[in-house]
């Protein structure tokens, strides 16, 4: 275990559906994220978010919708989604922000299937 | 952001032979090169990172080596054994990953 723990691990979804994936943090870090990993690009990443506030959108479309009450809480809430999004959706942590050379620490991900 | 590529998408080798991995990078500014490995069904866990300020640094079999010139860096394990085998990812300053490398150690 590295201190973040993503849950559901799987979850299935059809395109109507509205769903959100959670990540919790125990490590006191202040930069948490979200990437996407598909066979099609292995390590996309999604959201940055640095002291609860967005600091990057990699161009994500719009069905994914991201939320980061605190520092140690992110969510990635989910709805009308494509087939083309299942993939497994991975969060991370880091102790600051990513240009401090920070160390990054993955959960276990939330392997998603949209049908 | 950071642009990131690395080769050679696959990668396989004889236990106890040596591996070699490359990452080039774009932002001259970058000061930071991390490697992460991934196991199977597993999540990705750094291994080995380095700082502008030095060529090279090493942790027993893995290396990693810097040329901040031509902006790339590289991942060196010896002496391969089954368990290394994985997808091995390089990170840029604004962790940007790679495309990855699958590496199979073969007994």
């Known amino acids: 275990e590295t201190g973040v723990t993503q849950t559901p691990r799987h979850l299935v979804m059809g395109m109507t559906n509205k769903k959100s994936l959670k990540c919790e943090q125990h490590l006191g870090h202040n930069a948490m994220y979200w990437y996407k990993q598909s066979a099609k690009k292995p390590l996309e990443l999604m959201f940055v978010?640095?002291?609860?506030?967005?600091?990057e959108n990699n161009s994500v479309p719009s069905r994914f919708s991201p939320e980061c009450p605190n520092s140690s809480h992110l969510f990635l809430h989910l709805h009308t989604l494509q087939p083309e999004d299942s993939a497994l959706y991975l969060c991370a942590s880091s102790q600051d922000s990513p240009s401090d050379q920070n160390i990054q620490y993955f959960g276990a991900g939330t392997r998603l299937s949209v049908l | 952001g950071e642009n990131v590529e690395q080769h050679p998408s696959t990668l396989s080798v004889q236990e106890g032979d040596s591996a070699v991995i490359k990452c080039t990078y774009s932002?001259?500014?970058?000061?930071?090169f991390p490697w992460y490995k991934q196991e199977l069904g597993k999540r990705p866990q750094l291994i080995i990172d380095?700082?502008?300020?030095?060529g090279e640094k090493k942790d027993q079999r893995i290396a990693v080596t810097l040329n901040k010139t031509a902006k790339h860096f590289s991942l060196h394990i010896t002496e391969t054994q089954p368990e290394d085998s994985a997808v091995y990812f390089c990170a840029g300053n604004d962790m940007r990953f790679g495309a990855g490398t699958r590496l199979t150690v073969k007994p």
């Open positions: 932002d001259s500014a970058s000061n930071y």
């Open positions: 380095i700082r502008s300020n030095v």
């Open positions: 978010y640095n002291f609860k506030e967005q600091t």
